[in-house]
């Protein structure tokens, strides 16, 4: 895929925090946190599961990535484990409430197949979108995940709130965060 | 998502005419009918998967995972103004609830304030404040238990609010992982 933000880099990036945590490092675990956190709490409310259970698979993701920092054997793919086990966690979520056997879903794992939908080329260039957002840094990717992501579809106002900055420089700010946005998804997207 | 979706969205939330101030070359293609390829990406992932923003009690709660902080104290928070008392004061009887009144609360590490009134399905719409003494920025999740139970999480200015609570006698808990506040709430009629 066209581009440049590679899986290297982004695997690269996630070895490194996931080693920094393993030492400690609370500053790394909250920057692994600030990075997936979106990406997980969508997947159960995509579920259809109420704010407060996304809240709650959220919280049972996250513990399970603390409990296995040092069996995470692809950083690169973190954010697609991170998907499973969200969706896995929204699995029992919602058959707890509709009284079905839980057994079938299994238990989460470093190594855990991913299911079909996660290797899908969609999920595959969703990711992509995402890592590179993320390597946009801050402000632009709150920025752009507001201006794209956010269902909510919070004005500029809103926006300029949620990342503290002055409404009038919300307006640059965008036209500088999509240019390096540009730049990093590269003209031949999709290609 | 077809091009003219796609057009009509990025419009929206790009505020495309301010983008033109801006002279921008995205205007260019947009007002071309064409949406750059990384553009068209991008909708197209934000399509596939919606990511509201994280509310910032559930973020909190994420990053204290790994190092959590220990409870510290309970400090039982005290009643200092309650506006029932008065119109009680004033020689108005007590009576059904008609009408919105507030508390005010102080204890050591917080003050408290919460506002009730009525709502239209004979319930009560609770919203309050946490004003934090310290300078340490804190996320408080609120319950409150009686009747029945009630759980939010405060905002970053400590503002937190309960629909459709039942009028009855309540505690109000507070908690930021370290400290933790009880405070009385009486959702009764007015106090006779």
Known sequence: MAGYIRADDVGAENKRLLEACLHGDSTAWVELVRRYERLVYAIPLREGL?????????????????????????????ASWLM???????????????HVGLDSFGTESATA??????????????????????????????????????P?????AEIAMQ??????????LRSRCLERLRDLLGDGAAS | MNRDEMLQKLARVLDV??????????????????????LSLVMEAAEQLP??????????????????????????????????DEGRLAGVRGGPIDDAWSITYTSEPVDLVVDVWPSADGGLEVEGQVLARSDTPSVFRATLTGDTSHHAGADALGRFAFGAVTPGAYQLMLDDGRVRVSAPVDLREVAE
């Open chain 1, 50 to 78: 109420s704010p407060d259970d996304a809240a709650d698979v959220a919280q049972e993701t996250f513990a399970a990535l603390h409990a296995r920092l040092d069996a995470i054997n692809e950083p690169d793919r973190l």
């Open chain 1, 163 to 172: 990342i503290g900055r002055p409404l009038g420089s919300i307006g640059p």
């Open chain 1, 84 to 98: 499973t086990v969200a969706r896995r966690h929204s699995w029992r979520r919602r058959s707890a409430t509709s």
């Open chain 2, 51 to 84: 990511m509201p923003a994280v509310p910032e009690i559930v973020s909190s709660d994420l990053r204290a995972i790994m190092d959590p902080p220990e409870l510290v104290a309970f400090f039982e928070a005290t009643v200092m103004v309650d506006s029932r």
């Open chain 1, 152 to 156: 909510a579809e919070p004005s500029y």
């Open chain 2, 17 to 38: 005419d301010d983008l033109r101030d801006a002279r921008s070359d995205i205007v260019d293609l947009l007002d071309a009918g064409e949406v750059p390829d990384w």
């Open chain 1, 113 to 150: 197949q991913l299911p079909s939908a996660d290797s899908s080329d969609e999920t595959v260039r969703m990711l992509w979108v995402y890592e590179s957002v993320q390597a946009l840094g801050e402000p632009c990717r709150s920025l752009v995940l507001a201006l794209f992501f956010d």
